[in-house]
T-cell receptor, first 114, second 116 residues
Framework: GAGVSQSPRYKVAKRGQDVALRCDPISGHVSLFWYQQALGQGPEFLTYFQNEAQLDKSGLPSDRFFAERPEGSVSTLKIQRTQQEDSAVYLC????????????FGQGTRLTVV | AQTVTQSQPEMSVQEAETVTLSCTYDTSESDYYLFWYKQPPSRQMILVIRQEAYKQQNATENRFSVNFQKAAKSFSLKISDSQLGDAAMYFCAYRSPTSGTYKYIFGTGTRLKVLA
């Protein structure tokens, strides 16, 4: 596609429910990032994939958070037993390999846990 | 660990005027990249401008320019001839190779209001 696509745009979950957030990166982009953005804050790094390999998951806040990218393209961020503090916008970004490459962001999924 | 600080939660500028957004960062690395991203209400982060740390010349993109002071670890964004469409959240970001992931580290953002 023309850009990074995330779905759903909005998700309301009851506390304790499991959720899955999807990211379709730009075709051919090797790198894929997930970020969490709380209201009024800057994005915080969650995890990074290079192709299908998850090379960095240091930002995942707990073992309730799990991400995968099994074929090196589409990625899914799963949150189990959601808590109110999980309410945030989840941003996905993709880029070609290398530090000087531009990362393209999706429009994010706004998760509200009630 | 690297940190990025944006000390101005909100700024206002009159249309057609110039405004400067501040950003400082802390790092012990010598090789890195700095970015300014714009985030409108649609939430999609849009790259405004980037600066390579090894380049002394300040980056410029049309009405947007930076003042990069490596020794002071300062990276401010100047927007000239401000337009209503410039109103958004602006995030300063740091990126380095040593993490191995090239992940961005973002500041807390500055909300820019443009007054007609």
């Amino acid at each position: 596609g023309a850009g990074v696509s995330q779905s759903p745009r909005y998700k309301v979950a009851k506390r304790g429910q499991d959720v899955a957030l999807r990211c379709d990166p730009i075709s051919g982009h090797v790198s894929l990032f997930w970020y969490q953005q709380a209201l009024g804050q800057g994005p915080e790094f969650l995890t990074y994939f290079q192709n299908e390999a998850q090379l960095d998951k240091s930002g995942l806040p707990s073992d309730r958070f799990f991400a995968e990218r099994p074929e090196g393209s589409v990625s899914t961020l799963k949150i189990q037993r959601t808590q109110q503090e999980d309410s945030a916008v989840y941003l996905c970004a993709s880029s070609r390999a290398g530090m000087n490459t531009e990362a393209f962001f999706g429009q994010g999924t706004r998760l509200t846990v009630v | 660990a690297q940190t990025v600080t944006q000390s101005q939660p909100e700024m206002s500028v009159q249309e057609a005027e110039t405004v400067t957004l501040s950003c400082t960062y802390d790092t012990s690395e010598s090789d890195y990249y700095l970015f300014w991203y714009k985030q409108p209400p649609s939430r999609q982060m849009i790259l405004v401008i980037r600066q390579e740390a090894y380049k002394q010349q300040n980056a410029t993109e049309n009405r947007f320019s930076v003042n990069f002071q490596k020794a002071a670890k300062s990276f401010s964004l100047k927007i000239s001839d401000s337009q209503l469409g410039d109103a958004a959240m602006y995030f300063c970001a740091y990126r380095s190779p040593t993490s191995g992931t090239y992940k961005y580290i973002f500041g807390t953002g500055t909300r820019l209001k443009v007054l007609a």
